[in-house]
């Protein structure tokens, strides 16, 4: 089976159904309530393996009830998660987002600092026998090590560039075989508000493949020719978007792992991030690899 | 070991102090994190714990890892939680609250209808061997059919009545032996701004003994005579007032349990729920019954 070890940080997501913003000083009454693991690297490990990849998750956790109730549900996932690191006396990532009825999401997370004091990031026994290596920058040092250590053993080392803790851009732009940035964190990064500008002004601070991803309006990678090539988007019933860009990622982390073509990769992790927008939630939401080969099936009728 | 049996909701609260309110649509990063149980008569099983009494928590929770953990939390605290009804399919209820530099909570619940659908309330084998037994009105049916039974074995009955969800008021003004009103919840009740007058209206719809709690100006109640008598509160320094009002409720319980007089119950309660303002956090900041005598022997003095 097809591996791929995920790097990142690892949280409890309760997201409450509410009918409005709750207002400063009041006690609102949510319509419903769902509990469950998040994280970008995180969801995209369960993404792996919902798609018939071995999937590992290794991050930092506290050593809580919370952090017991996250390990629950990576190993409820078919997750890997016996490298998490725990550390003594930290709370465990939560974050509690309050959805409005069109979709507005307001979220407080609480990461608490002991989780990344000085850290070694991680071993090379870490990654053994790791076809791919994803990360996320919320552990920053974690997902850097990670990218080290995939070019040390020869697999393809995809970092999710999102707006995360402080980071050497450097570092980031040159340790990965891969990067995937989100739209607003290249904008930061490029200095350039179009994503094609922005991907052709990132070309030269390294030499990683580059690509963003759109939302709605697809993925946008540097081929090997000097224009920036799109894949268009699914067009989908979109019920939330939730988690949608992890899926994304770990649907294209094992699409590499696999030895599959850039384009049938990016086809297919955009087929299962958009069956993931037609659920409700975040990890639950994520579509098996049977759903996504029937999705591409029915799309290419 | 005098034995209170508590009956009611239990919530896990999960507390973040943040620099200002969550902006719509925004991520806030918060500063700090607690996550305990919670639950008015959850906390009051917490305190009578605290202070020595043999304590008991009944109520409906759902069969998922957030109940494993309010229930570990109870097992943690001393209180025996072995009679909670686990309901299948139900989410146990969890209480987000964010608590901002000047003390302003903003609360967002969740509370499973599944958890209230008819349900058979207490038999009398769960208040087996309680010398008093108290309820709160977030699970109606559950604290009425134990204000009921306490009457059939001989105990006090002690309702905190606060602002909940929908019940049968007469029933709730007329089974209970003793009532303690929160001030919005008497004055809903008797239409009555004045507690004073609000007691006083409320006396010709029942025979239960009444006391309103007042916060920072103390504790009213009827007595003998024709006229509403009053205790001062402690004046202390205050940290945080969450959980006060649970706390004074579980050591008034236990006070009637143990037979003492009411000037003295109140007396330890209201020093209980005092000591408990001096501390940040619900029920991580109740008292024990060392501290209580303490502060007591401190304030005669």
């Known amino acids: 089976m097809t591996s791929v070890t995920c790097v990142g940080l690892a949280v409890l997501d309760i997201v409450f159904g509410v009918g409005g913003v709750p207002a400063r000083g009041q006690k609102t009454f949510a319509q419903s309530m769902t509990v469950a693991g998040g994280g970008p690297a995180a969801n995209a490990a369960a993404t792996i393996a919902r798609l018939n990849g071995d999937a590992r998750f290794i991050g930092r956790l506290g050593e809580d009830s919370i952090g017991d109730l996250i390990l629950d549900d990576f190993a409820a996932w078919g997750v890997d998660a016996s490298r998490v690191r725990r550390v003594s006396s930290a709370s465990s990532p939560i974050s509690t987002i309050t959805v409005e009825p069109d979709g507005e999401r307001t979220i407080v997370n609480y990461s608490d600092p002991l989780l990344f004091e000085p850290d070694h990031g991680l071993a090379r026994n870490d990654v053994a ?71 052709t002004a990132i070309r030269d601070r390294t030499e990683s493949w580059l690509a963003v991803t759109l939302g709605a309006d697809g993925t946008m990678w540097l081929g090997d020719g000097d224009e920036p090539r799109t894949a268009a988007a699914f067009d989908v019933e979109v019920a939330d978007t939730l988690g949608a860009g992890d899926v994304f990622h770990g649907a294209f982390a094992l699409g590499l792992a696999e030895h599959r073509s850039i384009t049938d990769i990016i086809r297919r992790a955009s087929a299962a991030a958009a069956l993931k927008c037609t659920r409700f939630g975040g990890r639950i939401g994520i579509p098996s690899a049977e759903e996504v080969d029937e999705f591409l099936a029915w799309r290419s009728a």
């Open 129 to 199: 026998g790791a076809d791919a290596v994803l990360g996320d920058l919320l552990w920053p040092n974690g997902a850097l090590s990670a990218m080290d250590l995939a070019r040390e053993i020869g697999v393809p080392g995809i970092l999710d560039f999102d707006h995360a803790r402080p980071v050497a851009i450097d570092r980031a732009l040159t340790a990965p075989t891969h990067i995937i940035f989100s739209a607003p964190a290249l904008a930061e990064i490029s200095g350039e508000r179009d994503p094609a500008s922005g991907l």
